[in-house]
């Protein structure tokens, strides 16, 4: 058997060993690793009884091991010591510390065994693995801030449920995966945060989206004690696309609510691409106050108003009232009816404002509720602009004692008889089968 001729290596390696402690520690640890290397090229012998007795525990013989890719030269080089100075007598190494020995074979043992070179003490210890991200949710929550589930009644914000009764006395309306900050230190009821304001973050957090029908009128269905809806007033539901979408409603369901005919309610559902059928599965959302709409009887039915050409602005008044000077706020997303709404106005003795409200995402709360408070009284044209808008205009305007009246259409009659209305405190809403005797001036 051929036997590799090491002396020339522990000459080298002898020699680069210096007196002081730590050189001769880190030879002291090559030269164990180096009798260890040659204990594993040694034919493997089974030890007799008498050398298994004698054997000292804690030692056994390694079989079928890969020896480690490290040479000689690479000890040598791992032996870092200064050249010992002229006239120096290097002192003879201390072989008698049996503690370090042991632990440094130890190690030398163990790193041998997971294949990567023996680190010094003095080496810098590992980084620690870099902090895990943490997700959108969790920074936002950093600030208070959180992503809105919305229910087809209510929302849940934070774990935590939020009726119907608290979104819809909010001056801002909340949508789904809207992100809202919470007021800790405000409760609503004692437990829940108050919801401060709605920020510019939106989170995509349901796979199904959730409709609304809005402003829909429960109407009676003959012989039977349920209630139906088949069209809304502001014509744009999947209910106003055909005479035969139908959604029954059974009052019993909400006992609580007591539903009757005439009444304007939000009906909810989640859209699963089925059509009338996930709009079936839908509830109520919202039952409007009587005080925003007529409900004692159906409303009438929208009519679209006849485009007449005019070269000039001018409008002949059907009612008799003077606003003297009052400012009358329109909201209204008709731009082409600006002109004949103020000639209304005009025509009344009225000072006219208009709020564009074409595009929703240039009409802020605050904007509306600026231009509510510089007004005498409001009309909300309805046919043309979102729930939201017309939402808020009405929450502005109870807030800050404002008359307010809702038209269906923006056409000159409709709105000069909702300045009526909100000029003698008349109900908002105009009933279905209201003729002109009943605008009658109170004076």
Same mark, same amino acid.
């Given at each position: 058997? &051929?036997?590799?001729?090491?002396?020339?290596?522990?000459?080298?390696?002898?020699?680069? *060993?210096?007196?002081?402690?730590?050189?001769?520690?880190?030879?002291?640890?090559?030269?164990?690793?180096?009798?260890?290397?040659?204990?594993?090229?040694?034919?493997?012998?089974?030890?007799?009884?008498?050398?298994?007795?004698?054997?000292?525990?804690?030692?056994?013989?390694?079989?079928?091991?890969?020896?480690?890719?490290?040479?000689?030269?690479?000890?040598?080089?791992? *032996?870092?010591?200064?050249?010992?100075?002229?006239?120096?007598?290097?002192?003879?190494?201390?072989?008698?510390?049996?503690?370090?020995?042991?632990?440094?074979? !130890?190690?030398? #043992?163990?790193?041998?065994?997971?294949?990567?070179?023996?680190?010094?003490?003095?080496? !810098?210890?590992?980084?620690?693995?870099?902090?895990?991200?943490?997700?959108?949710?969790? %920074?936002?929550?950093?600030?208070?801030?959180?992503?809105?589930?919305?229910?087809?009644?209510?929302?849940?914000?934070?774990?935590?449920?939020?009726?119907?009764?608290? %979104?819809?006395?909010?001056?801002?309306?909340?949508?789904?995966?809207?992100?809202?900050?919470?007021?800790?230190?405000?409760?609503?009821?004692?437990?829940?945060?108050?919801?401060?304001?709605?920020?510019?973050?939106?989170?995509?957090?349901?796979?199904?989206?959730?409709?609304?029908?809005?402003?829909?009128?429960?109407?009676?269905?003959?012989?039977?004690?349920?209630?139906?809806?088949?069209?809304?007033?502001?014509? #744009?539901?999947?209910?106003?696309?055909?005479?035969? #979408?139908?959604?029954?409603?059974?009052?019993?369901?909400?006992?609580?609510?007591?539903?009757?005919?005439? &009444?304007?309610?939000?009906?909810?559902?989640?859209?699963?691409?089925?059509? &009338?059928?996930?709009?079936?599965?839908?509830?109520?959302?919202?039952?409007?106050?009587?005080?925003?709409?007529?409900?004692?009887?159906?409303?009438? @039915?929208?009519?679209?108003?006849?485009?007449?050409?005019? +070269?000039?602005?001018?409008?002949?008044?059907?009612?008799?009232?003077?606003?003297?000077?009052?400012?009358? %706020?329109?909201?209204?997303?008709?731009?082409?009816?600006?002109?004949?709404?103020? !000639?209304?106005?005009? @025509?009344? =003795?009225?000072?006219?404002?208009?709020?564009?409200?074409? &595009?929703?995402?240039?009409?802020?709360?605050?904007?509306? @509720?600026?231009?509510?408070?510089?007004?005498? %009284?409001?009309?909300?044209?309805?046919?043309?602009? =979102?729930?939201?808008?017309?939402?808020?205009?009405? =929450?502005?305007?109870?807030?800050?004692?404002?008359?307010?009246?809702?038209?269906? +259409?923006?056409?000159?009659?409709?709105?000069?008889?909702?300045?009526?209305?909100?000029?003698?405190? #008349?109900?908002?809403?105009?009933?279905?089968?209201?003729?002109?005797? @009943?605008?009658?001036?109170?004076?």
């Amino acid at each position: 058997m &051929m036997v590799y001729d090491y002396r020339h290596e522990l000459i080298e390696l002898l020699n680069h *060993t210096a007196s002081d402690p730590e050189s001769l520690l880190q030879t002291q640890r090559s030269l164990t690793i180096i009798v260890d290397l040659l204990n594993q090229l040694q034919p493997v012998k089974e030890p007799t009884s008498t050398e298994k007795q004698s054997a000292k525990p804690g030692y056994q013989i390694r079989r079928n091991v890969t020896a480690p890719k490290i040479s000689l030269g690479q000890l040598i080089n791992q *032996t870092a010591a200064p050249t010992p100075k002229p006239h120096e007598t290097p002192a003879k190494p201390q072989l008698n510390k049996q503690p370090e020995r042991s632990t440094a074979k !130890a190690a030398a #043992n163990q790193a041998y065994l997971r294949d990567i070179p023996v680190t010094a003490k003095n080496e !810098a210890p590992a980084e620690p693995a870099a902090a895990p991200e943490l997700s959108e949710v969790e %920074l936002l929550a950093r600030d208070n801030c959180y992503p809105v589930h919305r229910l087809l009644s209510g929302a849940e914000i934070n774990h935590r449920f939020y009726s119907e009764s608290i %979104l819809h006395k909010l001056p801002f309306p909340i949508n789904d995966g809207d992100v809202v900050q919470l007021d800790r230190q405000r409760l609503i009821h004692g437990k829940l945060p108050v919801i401060n304001r709605v920020t510019n973050d939106h989170l995509a957090i349901s796979t199904t989206p959730t409709k609304v029908i809005e402003y829909a009128t429960l109407e009676p269905v003959a012989g039977s004690d349920v209630l139906q809806i088949k069209k809304t007033l502001k014509g #744009n539901s999947i209910l106003d696309e055909s005479h035969a #979408n139908t959604i029954v409603i059974d009052p019993y369901k909400y006992a609580s609510r007591n539903l009757k005919p005439g &009444m304007i309610i939000d009906f909810a559902y989640y859209d699963h691409g089925n059509g &009338m059928r996930d709009a079936k599965a839908g509830e109520i959302r919202w039952i409007h106050s009587e005080h925003e709409f007529d409900t004692t009887k159906a409303p009438r @039915k929208l009519q679209q108003p006849k485009k007449v050409k005019k +070269t000039r602005h001018e409008y002949s008044d059907k009612l008799d009232y003077d606003l003297n000077q009052k400012r009358v %706020l329109v909201v209204t997303g008709a731009r082409d009816r600006v002109q004949d709404l103020k !000639a209304v106005v005009a @025509k009344h =003795h009225g000072v006219f404002y208009s709020l564009d409200a074409s &595009m929703e995402e240039n009409v802020s709360s605050s904007k509306i @509720k600026r231009a509510v408070k510089d007004a005498d %009284l409001i009309v909300v044209c309805i046919d043309r602009i =979102h729930h939201r808008i017309s939402q808020l205009t009405t =929450h502005h305007a109870k807030r800050n004692d404002r008359p307010f009246a809702i038209a269906a +259409t923006t056409s000159n009659t409709a709105v000069e008889r909702a300045i009526f209305r909100a000029l003698n405190g #008349n109900n908002a809403y105009e009933s279905s089968g209201q003729d002109m005797a @009943k605008y009658v001036s109170a004076d």
